[in-house]
């Protein structure tokens, strides 16, 4: 927005910034119809556990509506200030840094958490099991960021961790789904993994 102020293009962004009011209006009239309707948007199953594939699903949608309003809320901030107080505020991009860092941290702890966890319902034994090591590698690897200096920078030394409990957990489904073929046919652990993927293209090639 700062840059298209300086531009050729900032008379024709300002106008875009006038449909505002009708961007509002809309907004009002889509929410009405969704409240209006909301008996026909209701779904016939429930939630059975918070701790379910479903609720992470339903976590991860959260997390992204949050990251959009932050992102819409910090560039529209300054317009909406100017109008109601007369005043140019800017908000720069520490400010979306501050918010959307943590945001996107929880993405990707549930980019781990996902895939791991089963429909409906999950036991806590289960979860225990599943991520045990990947939790035990990311805390090392945190550990060794901070002996090494990282401390100093917080997110970044939860990102390198978080990266490890993703990585461990998809190598973990990987390992465990071959070791079982190989258990049970007696092949090689490669031609058990090649097994394991063609028998589920879908969930192992996502």
């Given at each position: 927005m700062h840059a298209f102020a300086q531009s050729p293009i900032g008379k024709y962004f300002v106008i875009f910034l006038d449909f505002?009011?009708?961007?509002?209006?809309?907004?009002a009239a889509t929410i009405y119809l969704i409240l209006d309707r909301l008996g026909y948007l209701r779904s016939e199953a429930r939630l059975e556990s918070v701790i379910s594939r479903e609720s992470s699903f339903m976590f991860n949608n959260l997390i992204l509506l949050a990251s959009c309003f932050a992102v819409l809320w910090g560039t529209m901030f300054p317009v909406i200030s100017e109008a109601v107080t007369g005043e140019k505020i800017s908000?720069?991009?520490?400010?979306?840094?501050?918010?959307?860092?943590?945001i996107g941290l929880g993405l990707l702890l549930l980019t781990g958490i996902g895939p791991m966890i089963a429909w409906r319902r999950s036991s806590t034994e289960s979860l225990r099991k599943a991520f045990f090591w990947p939790s035990i590698l990311a805390l090392a690897v945190m550990i060794g960021l901070a002996i090494a200096g990282v401390y100093e920078h917080p997110f970044a030394m939860v990102s390198f961790g978080l990266c490890m409990f993703v990585t461990a957990t998809i190598f973990s489904e990987f390992w465990k789904g071959a070791y079982t073929i190989r258990a049970?046919?007696?092949?090689?652990?490669?031609?058990?993994?090649?097994?394991?993927?063609?028998?589920?293209?879908?969930?192992?090639?996502g």
């Open positions: 505002v009011i009708f961007l509002a209006i809309g907004l908000v720069d991009s520490p400010f979306f840094n501050r918010i959307n860092i943590p049970k046919s007696g092949i090689g652990l490669i031609p058990s993994t090649i097994e394991l993927i063609h028998r589920n293209t879908r969930r192992y090639g």
